[in-house]
């Protein structure tokens, strides 16, 4: 059973940093491509990055590329989203999710498993 837990959410400032990190367990974690997503409040889920198995692709979404950065340490099983110079609109819960062997993705559908979600809120 595939699990993954994300952390380091929370309130703060625009212009502030936060690093979210999530753990997974249940799975040969250096196997997948892993990805962050977002949900604001009344959106649709929207991508945020993904990084491959070995780490060596990496791609962002329009809004965070230049401020976000995706990371991985295969030996701790654990993917990071470092976020710097956040934005009130950077304000949704993240999620962090589990791609497939091969195959590295924007589309939400291509995911098979979730975290259950971290709260980012920046203040203006």
């Known amino acids: 059973q595939v699990q993954l837990v994300e952390s380091g959410g929370g309130l703060v400032q625009a212009g502030d940093s936060l690093r979210l990190s999530c753990t997974a367990s249940?799975?040969?974690?250096?196997?997948?491509?892993m990805g962050w997503f977002r949900q604001a409040p009344g959106k649709e889920r929207e991508f945020v990055a993904v990084?491959?198995?070995?780490?060596?692709?990496?791609y962002y979404a329009d809004s965070v590329k230049g401020r976000f950065a995706i990371s991985r340490d295969n030996a701790k099983n654990t993917v990071y989203l470092q976020m710097d110079s956040l934005k009130p609109e950077d304000t949704a819960v993240y999620y962090c999710?589990?791609?497939?062997?091969?195959?590295?993705?924007?589309?939400?559908?291509?995911?098979?498993?979730w975290g259950q979600g971290t709260q980012v809120t920046v203040s203006s």
């Open positions: 249940g799975l040969s974690f250096s196997t997948y491509n």
């Open positions: 990084i491959s198995s070995t780490g060596g692709t990496r």
């Open positions: 999710a589990q791609g497939r062997v091969g195959y590295i993705t924007a589309l939400k559908t291509s995911y098979d498993s």
